[in-house]
């Protein structure tokens, strides 16, 4: 596809280009294996001297296609799924990190991926400096080390709803030599392209807005290709320094611009195996065709929403970058002038007691661990997604003790505020 296309045309018509008498929908490629025709063929993918497919624990063409649909939505130069978030925001990490090395990472994050970066990964060695990322310049960079290796952030936090100044953070970034990667889920490309705004990196959990249906699990990374490796060679050695486990290759050098998912696919993929099954790539891919459809709905019944809320008198406060009044308003319209996202986040006179006993009354919207997907979800994240968080690591993380995150759907929003009048009048 031509980078000519709208994202409502990329949503349709990206990834797969069927030939002459090929399906004209995506196929699903379930197989574990590819067949060649004599050894030679076969070594020189081995080599990596020849592009193609030899074990789905890599790469599979049913999840190359949905890979190169985000890619293009995203404005990137390659891109891989992974089989969950959690996995993408790992190797997004991981293929530039080791033992010994640093990163800086905005606290306004999800509670899972604050552990994984704040506990997991500390275990392998691997160290993390949590900032607020409404520092100032001079704070933020205070953290940077020696051995600093990435800025990570999420474009709008899951569940704080921090819109982050991208622009800002990327200019930190690039003045200490490493790539910003961008946690863009709750956002998608339809509403931000971080590359637009300096990002290097974006990773996605697709399990959210992209499935849209709350079917399967999965995640994606994307490389814009912007960020020079070899500029700063002493600091990204496993990219400018022969990898001896595939004859010495020199990904910077042989790959260029495409140097990152190669070292993410053939490397961390071929070892640690967190693949999208296909099955779940095609689900994605569905959910994708009418991903421009329902973020712009998301929004605009959220917005609705938001201000119900915030005009409600049992409401202690409402936090949506939607509302004029809010502290993140005018990030929001300068990064997704078109709408954010479809979560709202708020807390009820009466603490946190009172938000669990508020849930419990909901009919429309279920309690579920999920969030971003077509239908109405709630969830209390200090009780849940966030259980394991200390009240100072929630503090830290911007989750109050009644933050209660309200996933709006994409049904009749008339509907979605009468189920929280009768929740809020039955408190």
């Known amino acids: 596809m031509g980078k000519q296309y709208k994202p409502e045309t990329i949503c ?95 606290n306004s994050l999800y509670g899972g991926t604050f552990n994984l970066f704040g506990t997991t990964m500390k275990k392998q060695g691997i160290s993390c400096t949590f900032v607020d990322p409404d520092a100032s310049d001079e704070e933020i960079e205070a953290a940077f080390l020696p051995n600093t290796k990435a800025l990570f952030a999420e474009t709008i936090s899951n569940p704080s709803l921090v819109v982050l100044d991208i622009e800002r953070f ?50 994606a990374i994307i490389d814009s290709g912007n960020f020079d490796w070899m500029a700063h060679k002493e600091k990204f050695k496993g990219l400018t320094e022969p990898d001896e486990s595939y004859h010495g290759i020199v990904y910077a050098e042989k790959f260029g611009k495409m140097a990152f998912i190669q070292k993410a696919t053939a490397q961390l993929m071929r070892d640690l195996g967190s693949i999208q099954s296909p099955q779940n790539a095609f689900l994605l891919n569905v959910g994708l ?96 997604t966030h259980r394991q968080m200390t009240e100072e690591q929630l503090l830290e993380a911007g989750v109050a003790p009644d933050l209660i995150r309200f996933s709006v759907g994409i049904e009749n929003v008339e509907d979605i505020i009468a189920d929280l009048g009768q929740a809020l009048a039955a408190i």
């Open 12 to 106: 349709i018509q990206s990834g797969w280009q069927p030939k002459k008498g090929e399906p004209r929908v995506l196929p699903i490629y379930q197989s574990t294996t590819f067949r060649y025709e004599n050894s030679d063929q076969m070594g020189r993918l081995f080599d990596l001297e020849e592009a193609g497919y030899f074990y789905t624990r890599l790469q599979n063409p049913t999840n190359d296609a949905v890979a190169a649909k985000i890619t293009e939505l995203e404005g990137g130069i390659a891109g891989m799924l992974t089989s969950s978030g959690q996995a993408a925001n790992y190797y997004a990490i991981f293929n530039i990190c080791e033992a010994g090395d640093h990163f800086v990472c905005s």
């Open 170 to 219: 990327a200019g930190i970034a690039h003045r200490h030599g490493v790539p910003l990667i961008i946690d863009n889920t709750f956002a998608t490309p339809i509403n931000c392209r971080p590359f637009e705004w300096g990002a290097d990196i974006v990773t996605h959990s697709t399990t959210k807005y992209m499935d849209g249906h709350a079917m399967s699990v999965g995640g």
């Open 289 to 384: 065709e009418t991903l421009h459809l329902r973020v712009p709905r998301h929004c605009e019944n959220a917005q609705k929403v938001a201000e119900y809320l915030n005009s409600h008198e049992k409401a202690a406060w409402v936090n949506y970058a939607g509302l004029s009044d809010n502290k993140y308003h005018k990030l929001a319209l300068k990064y997704m002038p078109n709408g954010t996202c479809g979560v709202v986040s708020f807390g009820l006179k009466g603490g946190r007691d009172v938000s669990v006993q508020f849930m419990d009354k909901l009919k429309l919207a279920a309690i579920v661990t999920h969030v971003a997907d077509a239908r109405t979800c709630v969830l209390h994240p200090a009780s849940h």
